[in-house]
């Protein structure tokens, strides 16, 4: 068990308690037993995103407090923790280790604190108690709730090494099932794109066999249409057929204001065959047409394709390959003149930010990703978020944001169609807040420019855009807000901000004003990433690199350490968002990637 220093400590659960109870934090008092309700945060936290459980804080009035366990009781507390979670009857699994579980004082109170890390989709369901149908549990943001018997059957379904859950053969189902001008127009995009391919000329049973659309069973020679072969190449009438996905649906709905009322849409309505492959042909060009196409050659050919425009052809690709096709709901994708929203049915099968660091190849419908690759609708296996991220920050728009919704489960990534700063917003920035706007650091300037695009931020909304640590986040907000560039409103998660339009300068008086500036000079920050580097051939905290480098923690949190995770050069110890004992390693295959 980690116990941290006093001084660390306080910092830390100060940083908690300003972010009040989060989907990633939960509060318990504790002083009346051991929480019956923690098992359930337990369970709920593996089988979504990770979080932290506190024991010892009070809530009063919409606000939190330690109060905390005299040590024998915290002492108690653990020794029951290891009791429990060691019995398989009444955990199924165990994923907190020693460091997991923190112990420390603040101003007399003993506060305890477990570090629960999103469990492995082979581990999941992670339940409490001898039936995962009755103790399975996941988070949302009203709490914990208890999983529906579909929801545990799909995670054990998962569980799987080989997850293909595309490359089931179809009782019933026969090749009068396909669409034969889908297949058709599919060998014809495929013989164009690789004319000299040994599956080019291959007869129609052979081809779909070789996209895995078509399978023979070598044990019991049982052989058929698989499930990818009648999503990409179906029927309407036989994809929504009560033995097949009677619930499919894909839905593209266009919106050109702000109001209820959809301008274009195109859904499964009868009058074609809505398969993914006709989707793709329909839909795609509707969404690359929203982005700006400069003219470019190279040698005498005209490039239309920008990474933007490849970056919204992969979001397409990863909403249909990552979809869990055997749940409840649609496939929706909704165009508005800010943003596009993907939606899809599941869950993630990786942590977000595994997502973000591009790090993770989990594919749930491989044989389709396999189909779109052969079109050359895809990059490459896995490198589905990398170009997505890429592309829309080389066209200077806010980052792409992924989470997950419950009750339905699906996975949204929004691609926000606004710049992050445009000189409209620099113009309006200027007005308000003259010079002193020069002073700002780079996330600092980010932010007050999405407060004029938004009109209202949040601290969630910032987590999804800004390479920070939400508790970096939270005392950037608060020092914007003591220097009067925003005003904030409302309490706890509901806390929003806006842009203080009757701006007065304040004095600035943070202990690291010259570490916290961004360094304009390019060479300067190599070389500081290249110290680093060095540095952490071992694993290190944040503070013992900010101390070999002359920098502060909250500067190298901010800046550096998140840059070089996205680039690859870092790897950090713990998957758990804000873990206390967090460290982090030089990664020489980031070094290797980063000269390609």
Not at 40 to 53: L, P, R
Not at 299 to 314: M, W
Not at 445 to 460: C, D, P, Q, W
């Amino acid at each position: 068990m980690a116990t941290l220093i006093t001084s660390e400590f306080r910092d830390y659960l100060d940083g908690l308690l300003r972010e009040k109870e989060t989907p990633y934090v939960e509060f318990k008092h504790a002083k009346g037993g051991f929480p019956a309700s923690f098992w359930e945060s337990y369970s709920a936290f593996a089988n979504t995103e990770g979080g932290i459980i506190a024991f010892g804080v009070k809530e009063r009035n919409g606000e939190f407090f330690p109060d905390g366990l005299s040590k024998e009781l915290a002492d108690q507390y653990k020794q029951i923790f290891w009791d429990t979670i060691n019995n398989p009857n009444k955990v199924s699994h165990k994923l907190l280790v020693d460091s997991d579980v923190i112990s420390g004082e603040y101003d007399g109170n003993h506060i305890l604190l477990f570090n629960i890390a999103r469990a492995a989709r082979e581990s999941r369901p992670v339940y409490i108690g001898p039936n995962p149908f009755r103790g399975t549990y996941r988070r949302d943001n009203s709490g914990d709730y208890l999983c529906k018997e579909r929801e545990v059957t799909l995670m054990f379904a998962e569980q799987r090494a080989t997850l293909a859950l595309d490359s089931d053969i179809l009782e019933g189902f026969s090749i009068d099932d396909l669409d034969q001008e889908s297949l058709r127009a599919y060998r014809q995009l495929f013989t164009s794109l690789k004319p000299s391919h040994p599956w080019a000329y291959d007869d129609d049973i052979t081809l779909l066999r070789h996209l895995k659309a078509y399978r023979v069973e070598k044990k019991t020679g049982k052989e058929g249409l698989t499930l990818a072969g009648l999503l990409m190449f179906g029927k309407g009438e036989s994809i929504t057929d009560a033995d097949a996905l009677p619930h499919f649906m894909i839905d593209y709905r266009e919106y050109n204001g702000e109001g209820e009322r959809w301008s274009d849409r195109i859904y499964n309505d009868g009058t074609w065959e809505a398969n993914l492959f006709q989707c793709y042909k329909r839909i795609l060009p509707r969404l690359q047409s929203t982005l700006p196409q400069p003219f470019k050659l190279q040698g005498n050919t005209r490039i239309e394709n920008t990474p933007a425009h490849i970056a919204i052809r992969e979001a397409f690709v990863n909403f249909c390959v990552h979809a869990s096709y055997q749940s409840d709901g649609r496939l929706v994708i909704i165009k508005r003149p800010k943003e596009i929203i993907f939606s899809n049915p599941g869950t993630l099968l990786i942590s977000t930010a595994q997502y973000y660091a591009g790090r993770e190849r989990v594919c749930r419908n491989p044989a389709l990703q396999t189909m779109f690759s052969l079109i050359g609708a895809a990059e490459k296996a896995g490198s589905g978020s990398d170009t997505i991220i890429h592309g829309w920050r080389k066209a200077n728009y806010r980052t792409p944001y992924i989470y997950e919704k419950s009750q339905p489960n699906k996975v949204e990534l929004i691609l926000p169609l606004e710049s992050v700063l445009s000189g409209k917003v620099k113009q309006e920035l200027r007005l308000v807040f003259g010079e002193s706007i020069s002073r700002l650091q780079s996330n600092e300037y980010i932010t007050l420019g999405l407060a004029v695009s938004m009109g209202r931020i949040s601290n969630s909304l910032l987590q999804r855009t800004l390479d920070m640590h939400p508790s970096d986040i939270t005392r950037m907000l608060k020092s914007l807000c003591g220097r009067n560039f925003l005003i904030s409103d409302g309490i706890g998660r509901g806390m929003t901000y806006c842009l203080n339009k009757n701006y007065v300068c304040a004095d600035d008086k943070a202990d690291d004003k010259a570490d916290d500036k961004v360094d304009d000079k390019a060479d300067d920050k190599v070389n500081l990433i290249r110290t680093l580097c060095q540095f952490c051939r071992e694993w290190r905290k944040a503070t013992e690199m900010a101390r070999h480098v002359g920098k502060s923690p909250s500067y190298l949190s901010s800046h550096v350490i998140p840059e070089m995770i996205r680039d690859g050069l870092l790897i950090k110890e713990y998957d758990v968002a804000r873990h206390p004992a967090q460290r982090y390693r030089f990664n020489p295959a980031g070094m290797v990637r980063k000269r390609k």
